[in-house]
């Protein structure tokens, strides 16, 4: 006879874990339990059946696996939490007693923990790390703009804000940076690394007011995990550009506010790289290797110690230059790296069928990727940021484009390290944030008057947009988000600004659903194109004609144009667009009629699942065209104010 099972030894009742027994099974406390847990990444879990894993209580309970807690007994820091315990309880004894040595020398020796096996057992590969570097760089850049305060340290804060200038100067360096856009949260920027597009969000420079409800206990375990995962990552990029990690802080310049100026790039030896080939390969090399190259006259193999000694030498020595980040010019190859090239590289042989066929290397690839980085767009220019501007975000964006460093300049109120005066008549763009008058007699040379949201939209659309509507004082075009794909919006039917489709080359809206006058539509949009595009309000009424208010504003727009002349060949054009308008309309209600009938026809042959998803699909799809219903309304609204003026 078989064993009778007993209730709550299996199943739910065994996978599962409670809170509290979990506590109780660590010895830990709740604040302990959930800083352990966000730094090995363990989430509750919602079982299928409460009741049953909850052994018959239906109290809310919340719910962890019972492995992932037998995975956590073996945690190294939760020892190091354990002597962190013993340790307190120490000096708070030696404090007691007054034994003030005692306690300090306890606070000298306190315990270390160190999190890079978690973060070695979280991101197996470095693809992994990437991937999950958003949230890591926005918390970095909350924190590094966050005054310090009881909670937050100062070094803290000194310390994000390095690693915030570390991931921007290498982004800078291999012009990874793809999309801006300046939001009400922050500045939103998304570069790719390595394939990953990564995204992150910098908050504006505003005097800063931290909330009292904010646990900040959780937040910066969250930010001690980010601060190494970050540290590994930039370890990794600045190794591939053969660039030392961490590069050199000039505390001076720093606290003189000199931003990027302040990290100093040092270009790794090359010798690191020969000591690790054989010896004779380096004997053969020898003569065309750089002066500084280490190598072996007796022809063997260098051993770990040998390259160990080798490198405390060079550490000792400090034979690395330091170098400014752009002043570095581009390390050129070695002799054994270019020797290991030609020995790897593939030779391509013609095809005795095909010969006109050719086979696409490696090396091919590689070039194709890289030349998909960020277009040199500034890198002819000479541009001077004005003290209200924020500094670092369009210094960024500039750098990231190909402007040089010695051709940016900013108000020496900004910082230190400005390598363009303001009068310097080298200057072709001055970056400004105000209404100013008599801009050419302020300043010597020729230059142009821009705002900030021009820099960005250009490096946006890669290519360098027009200045005039950007000028101070001026309304801005508006500003497109770059992460909005405007042709899949207008595939699935939701709404795209005007602004949207002349950047990607689309016809207007009218001349699109006008499929019965297309010749005579796109005749006269052709000779009429620049006028529209300076009278929105006559734009907005060929686009909708059947409303009569879009009318008015188009006549009061007209008067104020040309006159009566124009008055009359707007009233020409409604004329036309309305009966264009009504015709296509007639047309179109038969055939919806049919195209109903048919659809209703064919939801009788669907099954009761399928009917549901094609009614949850509809109204989706409906909301949609409310959606942009309600935007076109807005839209016209705006229009007609704008007319009125």
Known sequence: ????????????????????????????????FRRLCILKGIFPRQPRHIKRANKGSTAPTTFYYAKDIAYLMHEPVLQAFRDHKAFAKKVNRAIARREWFAAKNLDENRPQYRLDHIIKERYPTFADSLRDLDDALSMLFLFANIPSSQSIAPEITTHCARLCMEWQLYVMRTRSLRKVFLSIKGVYFQAVVHGQEITWLVPYMFAQQIPTDVDFRVMMTFLELYQTMIGFVLFKLYSEENLVYPPKLDEVKDDQGAGFGSLILTPANAEVLLK????????????????????????????????????????????????????????????????????????????????????????E??????????????????????????????????????????????DPVAGTGSQVDENDERVTHHIIDRPVDNFNAKHPGRRVYVQPQWVVDSANRRTLLPTDPYQPGHALPPHLSPFVDDREVARRGGYVPDEANEAMGLETAAVEEDESDQDEEEQSEASEKEDDSKRPALQAMLEDPLDAGLLEAAELEAESVGGEDALVEVRKKYTA???????????????????????DMAKTLLSNKQRKLYNRIGNSASKVDEEKQRLVAKKKQLTRKKAGK
Not at 6 to 30: C, D, H, P
Not at 288 to 294: T, W
Request: with cysteine; charged share 30%; glycine share 4%.
């Open 1 to 32: 006879m078989a064993k009778i099972k007993k209730r709550g030894e299996s199943g739910a009742a065994k996978n599962y874990i409670t809170r509290n027994q979990a506590l109780k099974k660590l010895q830990v406390t709740l604040a302990e």
């Open 276 to 363: 690790e080939q054989d010896g004779h390969r380096v004997d053969e090399l020898a003569e065309a290797a750089a002066s500084n190259a280490l190598h072996r006259n007796d022809g063997k193999k260098l051993s770990a110690r040998d390259v160990k000694r080798q490198i405390a030498n060079l550490s000792r020595s400090g034979t690395s230059q330091d170098v400014e980040d752009d002043a570095i010019p581009a390390i050129e190859t070695n002799s054994l790296v270019d020797a290991q090239d030609d020995s790897d590289a593939f030779i391509p042989q013609e095809s005795k069928s095909n010969p006109g066929d050719r086979l696409t290397t490696l090396g």
């Open 365 to 410: 690839l590689q070039e194709t990727q890289s030349d998909e980085s960020a277009p040199m767009l500034f890198s002819r220019y000479v541009f001077y940021i004005s003290r209200e501007c924020p500094r670092s975000v369009i210094e960024f964006v500039l750098r990231s484009f190909g402007a040089l460093p010695d051709n940016i300049g900013w």
């Open 577 to 599: 667009a309305r009966k264009a308008a009504q015709k296509k309309q007639r047309t179109k209600e038969p055939a919806l009629t049919e195209e109903a009938e048919a659809r």
